[in-house]
């Protein structure tokens, strides 16, 4: 088994003992990803600007391991709230489209940085 660190800098840093993916056998397994803008550090307002954001260093690892997000095929959506799921979804699905991702979605009690969401992602070449 061929295990690779993937790591970009245009996604967060991680924030402890882990890596922002591993990609192994033709799987990339991205950890948790929370809405920290990578350029300032800053957390956006709101949930639809933080689903954004997250949406956004998602696809920057993708895109950094050779992945798309055609090629997801597990997420897992925390939120802190689940009156936030709608929403959350609506940015979501954008990113989705067509043949979306099997999907997990559950509330938390909270999130590092007490951020509103925060998805984890498997992808498969």
Known sequence: MMKKIIQTERAPKAIGPYS???EVNG???I?????VNPEDGQ?????????EQ????IGAILSEAGY?????VKS???????ANFKAMNEIYGKYYAVNPPARAAFAVKTLPLN???EIETIAVK
């Open 76 to 82: 897992t959506c925390l939120l802190s709230d689940m």
């Open 31 to 35: 950890s948790g990803q929370i809405p």
């Open 68 to 72: 798309g997000f055609e090629q997801v």
């Open 20 to 22: 922002q993916a591993i």
């Open 54 to 57: 997250v949406m956004k260093n």
């Open 27 to 29: 799987m990339l397994f």
């Open 115 to 117: 951020v509103l969401v």
């Open 43 to 51: 957390i956006p307002e709101g949930i639809e600007a933080q689903t």
